[in-house]
């Protein structure tokens, strides 16, 4: 299995603020996602994480406002940029790992106020 | 449009009461489904994947199912830490292994 961290695990954040999360994984993996899930909600899909290229963003994300980066195979970057209330959600970092199961990170849970 | 339904949204269940929980598809072309188990505070931790109508699995007291439109997760004599969360996606075969979620169903085995 994969083993996936992510950093920071908590964070509360003024208003117009940016936040970068980091996602480092334990081994090299061709597919890595970043997903929302927000309060007493299910997951959503925000993009997938391109490895040097730029990511594939699902439709009602924007590049602007969730810039991804992925130097290599086991890390990748989600930015939440000019954050607002609504930015209040657990962002979670996946990965597809050997037999294409698809794991997932603990998540950085973020507090905008 | 491709989509999922999990039923029931809530379910009660009595320590040894054994249930099921449904995920409902419609998948132009099914990759794989999915079910994962999620604790409160903490990512969703993988159960299961299917792949083909007619697919078991199985992990201690749980029972995975797969039908052309549904799933199953089949919960025998479970235990108080069985509550949990039950999450069930579908990636299909345009979007790679990207997934997209039922809103879940939330387990509560008492004593």
């Known amino acids: 299995s994969a083993v996936i961290s992510q950093k920071p695990s908590r964070d509360i954040c003024q208003r117009g603020t940016s936040l970068t999360i980091q996602c480092q994984v334990d081994s090299q993996v061709t597919m890595m996602f970043w997903y929302r899930q927000q309060p007493g909600q299910s997951l959503t899909l925000i993009a997938t994480a391109n490895q040097g290229s730029e990511a594939t963003y699902e439709s009602g994300f924007v590049i602007d406002k969730f810039p991804i980066s992925r130097p290599n195979l086991t890390f990748s970057t989600l930015t939440v940029s000019n954050m607002s209330p609504e930015d209040s959600s657990i962002y979670l970092c996946?990965?597809?790992?050997?037999?294409?199961?698809?794991?997932f990170g603990e998540g950085s849970w973020l507090t905008v106020v | 449009e491709d989509q999922v339904t999990q039923s029931p949204e809530a379910l009660r269940l009595q320590e040894g009461e054994s249930s099921s929980l449904n995920c409902s598809y419609t998948?132009?072309?099914?990759?794989?489904l999915f079910w994962y188990r999620q604790d409160p505070g903490k990512g969703p931790e993988f159960l299961f994947t299917l792949y083909s109508a007619g697919e078991e699995k199985e992990k201690e007291r749980l029972k995975a199912t797969l039908t052309k439109k549904e799933s199953f997760l089949h919960i025998t004599a479970p235990k108080p830490e069985d509550s949990a969360t039950y999450l069930c996606?579908?990636?299909?075969?345009?979007?790679?292994?990207?997934?997209?979620f039922g809103k879940g169903t939330s387990l509560l085995v008492t004593p």
């Open positions: 996946s990965v597809r790992g050997a037999g294409n199961t698809i794991y």
């Open positions: 998948v132009s072309g099914l990759r794989g």
């Open positions: 996606a579908f990636a299909n075969s345009n979007s790679g292994y990207a997934l997209n």
